[in-house]
């Protein structure tokens, strides 16, 4: 039975011992990462398994994940904040596409009315994971503020890491960069003290850091320059909610919020749809959109029309359109171009153009991974990942008492988080009820394993991770479908008791 101290709270108020100590900490459910994912991972098992003990390793030095490590200028959110809250936290803000410090002044709020605060280890870096079969338990090597190295135990391992390297952004080698006189470096480690008033900037990258990060810096520097190898499709979405707003005025704000999430929720499933069904309606639909932003005379053909159908990639938000207003008034310029090689002054392009510049920020991609860069084992075995099926888009198969986050790449990435943590507290709570210690999620007899990428997405760093990840089905339940109505009623009201998912 998932239940290892008397009290639910004694693992959070007492100070972790060295490893190999007849005290080494072990909690029901150990849950990796404490941003977006965890919290409300955290928070979930609070509302609905108060029985059970947890506790969230971070290997950070605060919570937020994202939201903390990103310091670019403007840096905001590209989902809608309705569908990027928690479902049981309603996001009471004006704001549609919020910023980075309120969706972390949100985030710990969360944490604290949940009493979550308590329950993180912070400076706690989750190295790798041994399930031992003989006690049926997972023992987790975990590295203290880069120093000691502790072996925790846990019965349910939830891992809510994110799926994305926070050591290093992708950052491609350009030919004789090293000339460069000026400062170079890639947005996810953006210096605290740059000063970038009055100078020449080039953002090379064409996606949401980008798009958020030059109308931004436009506003102080000299010029500012977006290079592009191809371009991406951009949307521009209005910076409140003007009808939540009107409805807080009569309604209660909880159902004000859940009525805004749904119908944000539909529209998203709408927009995909379409985008699958009738691309060139879609297409023609977001191109005229930058047409009537930019005029008659801006190459949107050259600048703002990818080679892809929407959402073949994901689409970029803009609020309120600043990009195309930066553009219009000519405090930064878009240049689609290829580079050729770095000067002591600048870039020189394939075209011949020479891009002067002070400060060259790289918004060229992340480099994804999968279970928090974890190294899983079995009785001392390696998982292999690459060859393993999903369930559900969260149980690996053959592997037991353990959950992974991985949300979705049309949507909100809180709106599968959120499902996840329901399902993985109705899969405790049924085998705490049953006195069943593990579960783990199988094949189907004579079902052969599929081959078919986990993530059917083309943007550049999906691809390039793709044989380190798991594998998904071509049917329920080891099919992702990327929709969330289906799984809304997959995740929250099927049985437990499928032929895939295997209890003892």
């Known amino acids: 039975m998932l239940q290892v101290n008397t009290s639910a709270d004694s693992a959070a108020t007492s100070a972790p011992p060295t490893a190999g100590s007849d005290r080494a900490p072990a909690v029901d459910v150990l849950i990796i990462g404490a941003g977006l994912s965890g919290i409300g991972a955290a928070c979930h098992l609070r ?91 997972w023992i987790v090597s975990v590295e203290i503020e880069g120093q000691e190295i502790q072996a925790w135990r846990c019965n349910f391992l939830f891992i809510a890491g994110g799926y994305y390297s926070y050591a290093q952004g992708h950052t491609p080698h350009f030919d004789q960069q090293e000339r460069f006189r000026g400062q170079l470096f890639h947005a996810q480690h953006w210096p605290e003290d740059l000063d970038y008033k009055n100078k020449r900037v080039v953002v090379i990258g064409s996606g949401a850091t980008a798009v958020t990060l030059v109308p931004e810096m436009a506003r102080l520097t000299t010029s500012t320059i977006m290079l592009q190898r191809s371009p991406t499709y951009v949307a521009s979405l209005p910076r409140e909610n003007g009808m939540a707003a009107v ?19 539909l529209i998203q499933i709408l927009v995909y749809q379409i985008s699958r069904q009738r691309p060139a309606l879609l297409k023609g639909f977001l191109l005229d959109h930058v047409r009537q932003e930019l005029g008659p005379d801006f190459d949107v053909d050259t600048h703002f029309t990818p080679r892809y159908n929407p959402w073949d990639q994901r689409l970029c938000a803009v609020p309120e359109g600043d990009l195309f207003e930066a553009l219009r008034e000519g405090r930064a310029e878009v240049v689609t171009d290829t580079i050729d090689h770095f000067t002591e002054h600048g870039l020189q392009l394939a075209s011949g153009r020479h891009l002067d510049a002070d400060i060259v920020v790289l918004a060229t991609g992340l480099n994804m991974q999968f279970a928090g860069d974890m190294q899983l084992s079995m009785d001392g075995h390696p998982v292999d990942l690459a060859a393993a099926n999903l369930y559900r888009g969260m149980m690996l198969s053959n592997v037991p008492n353990m959950a992974t986050v991985f949300g979705y790449t049309n949507s909100s990435w809180t709106l599968k988080a959120d499902l996840v943590s329901q399902y993985v507290c109705r899969l405790l709570n049924r085998m705490k009820k049953r006195s069943q210690h593990t579960v783990v999620a199988r094949l189907a007899a004579g079902e052969a394993a599929c081959e078919e990428p986990l993530l059917d997405f083309d943007a550049g760093y999906v691809l390039r991770a793709q044989d380190q990840f798991p594998r998904q089905g071509k049917k329920t339940p080891w099919r992702l479908y990327q929709n969330y109505l289906l799984d809304f009623f997959s995740l929250r009201f099927s049985k437990l008791n499928s032929k895939e998912l295997h209890f003892k």
């Open 247 to 265: 409805l807080r005025r009569f309604l209660p704000m909880a159902l004000v919020y859940r009525f805004t999430r749904w119908k944000r929720v």
């Open 47 to 137: 509302r609905d398994c108060p029985e059970h003990s947890f506790l969230l390793l971070e290997s950070r030095a605060t919570l937020g994940g994202t939201w903390d490590l990103f310091r670019y200028p403007g840096i905001r959110s590209d989902s809608d904040m309705y569908t990027l809250g928690y479902s049981f936290k309603p996001w009471t803000d004006n704001s549609l596409l919020a910023d980075g410090p309120s969706i972390l002044h949100y985030l710990t709020e969360t944490a604290r009315e949940y009493a979550v605060l308590p329950r993180i280890r912070y400076g706690h870096r989750a190295l790798g994971a041994d399930w031992d079969s003989q006690e049926q338990q």
